[in-house]
């Protein structure tokens, strides 16, 4: 079975610094693997998703994640957080019996002025 | 705006209302999903439709019945639901089911208070 685990449930930097939100999976056959974000009370946006092509996929907003298959790793990174990153964030990997996501738990990005 | 809108944004209902959510995509996908989130669970899976024919009820309670009677529409019928089911519902549409790169595309939700 696949499954996502996310490190951190709750994840505070400030202004500028790097952020980085951490994933991992675990998938016997090679991944789909998602990025979404979601601002409060809204849905689910996708920021960048991995395909099998290339290991660094950049995303929307400054992001982006490298997959690393020795590491079962998928981490997001953005080299300087603004405000309007403040969110949760949710890994996910496309899989289950009819192909659909399946989601880590989520982790709360907040960001200091 | 994602291509997927949800109805209505906010419902409060009653332990013996009969309500319904609903949900219709503009994108030509053929698959749709029903998602739960609540506080104290991750996204849970609830249905999944593939070219209108229900394809995963992943345990639900049946309380909560799915209606697809397109593939550009889907409901969720809710009756005699329980406190614990208030939750934020998620509706999504993708191009296709099954394990693929292809994005899921999510809809803003709809708040579920029961009373």
């Known amino acids: 079975a696949q499954s996502v685990t996310q490190l951190g449930s709750h994840v505070s930097v400030s202004e500028g610094a790097l952020v980085l939100l951490r994933c991992n999976y675990s998938s016997s056959v090679p991944p789909y693997l998602f990025w979404y974000v979601q601002y409060p009370n809204q849905g689910l946006q996708l920021l960048l998703k991995?395909?099998?092509?290339?290991?660094l996929v950049k995303g929307i907003n400054g992001f982006e994640a490298e997959f690393k298959k020795s590491e079962t790793s998928f981490h997001l990174t953005k080299p300087s957080a603004h405000m309007s990153d403040a969110a949760e964030y949710f890994c996910a990997v496309r899989g289950g019996s009819q192909g659909n996501l399946i989601f880590g738990k989520g982790t709360k990005l907040s960001v200091k002025p | 705006e994602t291509g997927v809108t949800q109805t209505p944004r906010h419902l409060v209902m009653g332990m013996t209302n009969k309500k319904s959510l609903k949900c219709e995509q503009h994108l030509g996908h053929n698959a749709m999903y029903w998602y739960k989130q609540s506080a104290k669970k991750p996204l849970e899976l609830m249905f999944v439709?593939?070219?209108?024919?229900?394809?995963e009820n992943n345990s639900v309670p049946s309380r909560f019945s799915p209606e697809c009677p397109n593939s550009s529409h889907l409901f969720l019928h809710l009756h005699t639901l329980q406190p614990e089911d208030s939750a934020l519902y998620l509706c999504a549409s993708s191009q296709d089911t099954g394990r693929s790169g292809n994005t899921i595309y999510f809809g803003e939700g709809s708040w579920l208070t029961v009373v």
């Open positions: 439709y593939s070219l209108e024919e229900r394809v």
């Open positions: 991995y395909t099998s092509a290339a290991t």
